[in-house]
């Protein structure tokens, strides 16, 4: 990522970049950006994109090639899963200091919430709520199993 820290100007513009890369049918767990938009260019590969709105409704749910781009509104979940040939991009995020908020994982959304919040918002148990709250895993980028990888991580 490249925000208002590394190049100062950003502030100006209240822009910022994200380069990023996936390994073939890697996946990168769902999240949101809280304050701002992403403009995504594909530099290469393929990806499986999706991406809900605040009601859960999928506004996005397609197949990215090389040079295709599309944009993911703020407050929107989205996750890439790579192809067979892998993913990379670029994006253009219209913030200048950009806040990634991971739906599963240690500094998930959900991992965050008070437990009386869990339990009645899913109408769980406060058992069934705390299971949900500390067995959210670490990763954010899922790798597929070594059976599946074709080709060698870098």
Do not use: C
């Not at 380069?19 to 767990?29: A, F, M």
């Not at 999240?31 to 992403?38: C, D, E, F, I, M």
């Not at 605040?54 to 996005?60: F, T």
Request: hydrophobic fraction near 35%; aromatic fraction near 10%.
């Amino acid at each position: 990522v490249v925000d208002r820290h590394k190049l100062p100007f950003l502030r100006y513009y209240d822009m910022s970049m994200e380069k990023g890369r996936l390994h073939t049918n890697s996946l990168i767990s769902p999240h949101w950006t809280n304050n701002g938009h992403s403009i995504v260019y594909v530099v290469r590969g393929d990806a499986q994109v999706e991406t809900v709105n605040y009601n859960g409704q999928a506004i996005m749910k397609d197949r990215v090639n090389q040079g295709d781009m599309f944009v993911v509104p703020q407050f929107f979940v989205s996750t890439f899963r790579a192809g067979q040939n892998g993913f990379e991009w670029v994006a253009i995020k219209t913030t200048s200091n950009p806040r990634l908020n991971p739906v599963s994982g240690y500094t998930s959304a959900i991992r965050a919430l008070p437990l009386d919040v869990l339990t009645h918002s899913y109408q769980i148990s406060p058992e069934d709520a705390q299971q949900l709250k500390l067995n959210s895993g670490g990763q954010s980028i899922l790798l597929p199993s070594s059976r599946s990888r074709q080709g060698s991580y870098h």
